[in-house]
């Protein structure tokens, strides 16, 4: 039955799947239809996805998906805050909780889910919150301001996020309860929890596992958790994120089938047991399944409207491969995760330093890619995901997926324009490689906002955008067309062009950049880059002037924060020179403050341990005895390495460690796009591993040899020669030379070795410009390195003479003379490492 030529369509829900369901009907037939919405909250569908940005700064509007103008303009009738409370099957029509009664032709459940909340003794008291929607954080804003300590039960997705949301509410303790041994056991491994574990409490989060919550405790409110193992947690602030129910009490009242865990059961056309009611979204059980994900609630969405369109499709078990950002920290899974020795044959790497594991798991004859897991550093995912679901062949050396080509090989398996047009890239809206690549070489469309725009790609969970950004470089260069790599959707501009701007404006914080040459509010790439951007062109003080918001939390408290929630002290050693009168003072201080003591790889020493409170004190001893800050925590200089020359070895050809030490004082402090270290050898017997760094000086019969562009790590490539038998004075002005074209035109966060891998003409067009100064711009970076060296100053010595800054580095804001009582060391040999937070 039909209302005149249309046909009557009511949604009961308006989340996110709800409205992407009228999106997709409208923007196949809008003339053919009259649909009703009826929406529980009192406001129109928002971003629930990215709901812990609402804590961040981000405001109601801005997570709205459409504005009731939207509904308006496309002529759907909207009832918020008026639940449906009956579906009459037979006379085909909706009651609402206002008293509404709307006939439709077909029904379509979106009444997605609810939080799960175990029942605890005690989750009736103020103070525990769910984590579901904007009242939800509302509350949760409002309670968190006269409360010190949160806890989350819960570490998988949701609870997480959970956990970041009381972080930005400032608590002064956030700690995370996990039933299970591991955090998110969904997605990842216990190995690559171990890691998510590590990270998240360098972090500032506690976690519990195996622990199972036996009673809220409190009188009326909240004031502590007891658990099943006889043990008490004070927390003044309680977050249930334990999962999510099915929301089917409609559909359970008017006689659908439902599961006997919940959920609506549909077929394949997403059809009730009522052949005219539809439920999509994380009310539908699709194949005993609930999907939890936005994507397989989109591509729900757009089958329904197809097939009320006559099409035909239908929905089928959906990958559930999903890669996330908890609290800064990459997270992914992919494929077959879990799969086994002896089904497959798997590969792992793992650095606990930092805080990376990377699983593969590949078919017993090595052809195919199965699946995998990613904790640390997820750069490779959408290509990895791409391998699984298209049977890319895999390459000879397969850990080459996830490590990269080494020894200067060429990366191994195919690269992204190889894959199939049918290719999904957006599993949100179902956006294939061919339509994008159609849209930008056929429509030329050149911005991933244009692609956004025209295919939807991207809008969703925001996860393929940067295969999105890929596609479109790779089709406008097959088409000759010349591609600005900018910097991210706030800065319409490459770093280079940035840089460029930043100084002929003479711009010095980061707010001033975005004012002038950005848009919106920015983002955690563009922040990174654009500090860089002010610390190489300034060399000012990084924590003032508003630009600690831009920085690595590692900047931000010019120190590395390890595990234990304690801090590391790194003292500039120049060419690892240092005198028996300082080697005392770092003896002092480390026995003072209880630090632990290591020679590093790089000649100098690393003292670990320092509680916040004391790294001032700290500095001021060092600096006092006539040190500075090594620059351990910065992008910047770290060391130049010697070995003892002329000056002592029989072998030694030139006095490498005076060449070593003026070199390192020439350079420390600059900033630059990644870390950066340098190397003096006094023979060719390389006892200071030059050729493994960024730069490297080897003595010869006839004067040094300077090499360029070398790393070690987890892709170790050897530098390139620049320049042989040189004087000292050419060997220092090509290094100016070098290192100021490097910072002014590599990417951000990219590495000497893998800039030149990229460099067009390779080491002869570096060599051409640096040495021959083919370019004529030799003078000019001559010049800007001279004004860097001239305008350093130590962070340290700086930060203590700031009472502002100074200021900064309490643990306690009302109690600044209090340390971290969570700080717990324990006997390590002869000396103690900080306790690792307790599960």
Request: negative net charge.
């Amino acid at each position: 039955m039909t209302n005149g030529t249309k046909t009557r369509v009511v949604v009961v829900g308006n989340g996110m799947v709800g409205y992407k369901f009228c999106e997709k009907l409208i923007a196949k037939a809008k003339d053919l239809f009259e649909i009703t919405v009826f929406g529980e909250e009192p406001r129109p569908a928002y971003d629930r996805v990215h709901l812990s940005e609402y804590f961040a700064g981000k405001t109601a509007e801005d997570l709205t998906m459409a504005s009731l103008d939207w509904y308006f303009d496309n002529g759907i009738k909207i009832h918020l805050s008026d639940p449906v409370t009956n579906i009459d099957r037979e006379v085909k029509t909706v009651s609402s909780h206002h008293g509404l009664c709307i006939p439709y032709d077909y029904l379509v459940l979106a009444t997605g889910s609810a939080a799960f909340v175990p029942p605890i003794p005690g989750v009736e008291k103020d103070g525990v919150f769910v984590y579901r929607t904007i009242e939800d954080l509302d509350m949760m804003q409002e309670h968190a301001k006269k409360a010190r300590k949160g806890a989350v039960i819960g570490g998988g997705l949701l609870g997480l996020e959970a956990a970041k949301a009381l972080l930005d509410l400032g608590l002064e303790e956030t700690h995370v309860i996990e039933f299970a041994p591991r955090l998110m056991p969904r997605q990842i491994d216990q190995a690559g929890s171990d890691i998510l574990k590590a990270k998240l409490e360098t972090l500032g989060l506690k976690i519990h596992l195996n622990k199972n919550t036996q009673e809220i405790a409190g009188d009326g409110i909240i004031n502590g958790m007891n658990f099943v193992d006889g043990s008490r947690l004070d927390v003044d602030m309680l977050v249930i994120s334990a999962g999510i129910k099915p929301r089917d009490e409609v559909a359970r009242l008017s006689g659908l089938e439902v599961g006997s865990r919940g959920g609506i059961v549909v077929n394949d056309k997403l059809q009730t047991s009522d052949p005219n009611i539809f439920a999509i979204g994380e009310c539908a059980l699709h194949d005993h399944m609930i999907y939890g994900l936005v994507a397989p609630g989109y591509e729900m969405a757009d089958i329904v409207a197809t097939n009320l369109c006559n099409g035909a499709k239908e929905f089928k078990a959906f990958d559930m491969s999903t890669k996330l950002k908890l609290i800064g920290v990459d997270v992914a899974s992919f494929g077959n995760a879990f799969i086994a020795e002896p089904d497959c044959q798997t590969i792992v790497y793992e650095n606990k330093s930092k805080a990376i594991y990377k699983r593969i798991n590949i078919s017993n004859d090595g052809q195919l890619l199965l699946g995998g897991i990613l904790v640390g550093d997820a750069e490779q995912y959408n290509m990895l995901l791409q391998t699984v679901n298209n049977k890319l062949v895999l390459p000879k050396d397969p850990e080459n997926l996830i490590l990269g080509a080494r020894g200067g090989a060429e990366d191994s398996g195919a690269g992204i324009m190889s894959l199939p047009d049918d290719a999904l890239i957006c599993s949100c809206e179902a956006v294939t490689k061919g339509q994008i690549c159609h849209e930008v070489a056929e429509n030329k469309v050149h911005t991933v906002d244009g692609l956004k725009k025209c295919t939807k790609a991207g809008t969703g969970c925001g996860g393929c955008v940067p295969m999105v950004k890929d596609l479109m470089l790779g089709t406008m260069k097959e088409q000759g067309i010349y591609v600005r790599n900018i910097v991210c959707e706030h800065f319409d501009y490459t770093r280079q062009e940035l840089f460029d701007l930043v100084k002929i404006n003479e711009i010095k914080s980061y707010e001033g950049v975005l004012d002038k040459f950005g848009h919106g509010d920015g983002c955690e790439v563009c922040k990174p880059a654009v500090a860089s951007i002010l610390a190489s062109l300034w060399n000012e003080m990084i924590l003032v002037k508003g630009n600690d918001i831009a920085q690595d939390s590692n900047d931000r408290f010019l120190a590395n924060i390890q595990k234990g929630g304690t801090y590391s002290v790194v003292p500039r050693i120049a060419g690892g020179e240092i005198t028996p009168e300082k080697l005392i003072v770092i003896g002092t201080v480390a026995q003072k403050y209880g630090l632990y003591t290591k020679i590093t790889g790089g000649q100098r020493i690393d003292m670990f341990g320092a509680h916040l409170n004391d790294l001032p004190a700290i500095w001021e001893e060092l600096i006092e005895a006539g040190f500075e800050s090594g620059h351990a925590y910065g992008k910047a200089l770290r060391t130049v390495k010697s070995c003892v020359g002329s000056t002592w070895c029989r072998f030694g050809l030139h006095d490498s460690v005076t060449f070593a030490v003026e070199v390192e004082n020439r350079y420390k402090g600059i900033r630059a796009p990644h870390k950066f270290k340098g190397g003096v050898s006094g023979c060719v017997r390389e006892c200071a591993e030059a050729q493994a760094k960024d730069f490297g000086i080897i003595a010869t019969e006839k004067g040094w040899n300077l090499y360029v562009c070398g790393n070690g790590g987890a892709k170790p490539q050897h530098a390139q020669l620049i320049a042989g038998d040189i004087s000292k004075e050419d060997c220092v002005k090509y290094l100016d030379r070098f290192l100021m074209f490097y910072i002014k035109t590599a990417e951000p966060l990219t590495r000497t070795a893998t800039w030149l891998n990229k460099m067009e003409g390779g080491i002869a067009y570096l060599k051409d410009v640096i040495v021959n100064d083919s370019l004529g711009i030799c003078q000019e970076l001559e010049t800007e390195m001279a004004g860097l060296i001239n305008n350093y100053k130590c962070e340290w010595k700086e930060a203590i003479e700031n009472d502002k800054i100074r200021q900064r580095f309490t643990h306690f804001v009302n109690a600044p003379e209090l340390k971290d009582p969570s700080v717990v060391f324990t006997p390590l040999r002869d000396q103690k490492r900080a306790l690792e937070w307790s599960k």
